[in-house]
């Protein structure tokens, strides 16, 4: 069963705290470990190695980021499915299904489904590929453009307040800003 921020009433993962990045200010405690903000505890296979845990902070932070952000923009009835291929299909457009599948890791069939209900929505315009008749290319629609937009304004002021909550400067974010991104390009 899922747990509840106490000062929004929103759920979370079980033993997971809120955010901290809104009026209630708590401080995340991951499984694992048993202070706020640190990375889980190692397994003992793991232990030698510092940066164990990192990929679940990462998993944390992308979900922490993500409550109710969706609802602020917009676009709350739309799946976490639905979402992730419209924000690809914003980063590339004319990109096809074939790309989204390999992209997302789903099923082709998933992803066909996935864009029938995006275009259902008006979210997504599909136009045939000028050279193979049997293939389409996806671009976004005007609304699913400005409501994205709307979807990264909110991910930025939250990535901007927990900066500033946690004491990190603009010269510390730009470095970090540097090494995700080499890192995401050796990946």
């Known amino acids: 069963m899922a747990d509840r ?32 903000g640190a990375l889980p505890s190692p397994s003992p296979s793991e232990a030698a190695d510092p940066l164990a845990g990192l990929p679940e902070l990462i998993f944390d932070i992308a979900e922490q980021l993500n409550l109710g952000a969706p609802t602020e923009a917009g676009l709350a009835e739309l799946p976490a ?55 389409v290319r996806l671009y976004a629609s005007s609304k699913a453009t400005r409501d994205l937009g709307q979807l990264r304004t909110i991910w930025l002021r939250r990535l901007l307040a927990a900066f500033e909550a946690a004491g990190i400067e603009a010269r510390e974010r730009d470095r970090l800003l540097a090494d995700l991104a080499a890192l995401r390009r050796h990946l």
């Open 5 to 36: 921020c106490p000062t929004l009433g929103r759920s979370t993962r079980p033993g997971a705290a809120c955010s901290g990045v809104g009026p209630c200010r708590q401080e995340m405690v991951l499984p694992g470990s048993t202070t706020p």
């Open 81 to 135: 499915s639905e979402i992730e291929v419209l924000r690809l299909v914003t980063l590339f457009p004319g990109c096809g299904v074939m790309f989204l599948s390999s992209r997302t890791k789903m099923h082709q069939a998933n992803i066909s489904a996935t864009v029938r209900s995006l275009v259902g929505r008006d979210l997504v315009v599909k136009e045939p590929d000028e050279r193979d008749r049997r293939a």
